[in-house]
């Protein structure tokens, strides 16, 4: 059993969901000694969070975008209002959708379906650069 893991800065982005596949798998360049295992992704931050979506149609994050705007709203009648406006809803989207993904590893290659990618789900209108944690766990050759 072999541990692999490494930190990743991603650039600052614009509010939104944006495809990090080619970053993450791009930071791992050890990825191809594993057999079989699993990479756990984790953002280090609280007002962005990470998923797995489809990563054809850029309808799709367009989409996500909106929906959850919709459900986090910018003018509820949040307590914590310090950081700005779009800081408390940042919040509630990261801890809905969630602050890591595990995709499983096969033949050195990451095992996402056709249509999917990971994405980094930046809340925040101006948020900064993000750090990742990548850590990968299996069977290498």
Not at 53 to 64: I, K
Not at 95 to 113: E, F, K
Request: proline share 6%; charged share 25%; aromatic share 6%.
């Amino acid at each position: 059993m072999a541990w692999l893991q490494h930190h990743l800065r991603l650039a600052p982005r614009r509010r939104g969901f944006h495809l990090i596949t080619p970053e993450v798998e791009a930071a791992l360049s050890e990825l191809g000694r594993f057999r079989v295992g699993l990479l756990h992704v984790f953002v280090q931050h609280t007002s962005a969070s990470l998923c797995i979506n489809e990563n054809a149609d850029p309808d799709v994050p367009r989409d996500l975008e909106l929906a959850f705007n919709e459900i986090a709203r910018e003018d509820f009648a949040y307590a914590h209002t310090l950081e700005g406006p779009d800081d408390m809803p940042a919040h509630v989207k990261a801890a809905m959708i969630g602050t890591s993904v595990t995709v499983p590893i096969a033949d050195g290659r990451l095992c996402l379906g056709t249509w999917q990618g990971i994405y980094l789900c930046e809340h925040r209108d101006r948020g900064g650069p993000r750090r990742l944690v990548l850590t990968a766990h299996g069977e290498t050759d």
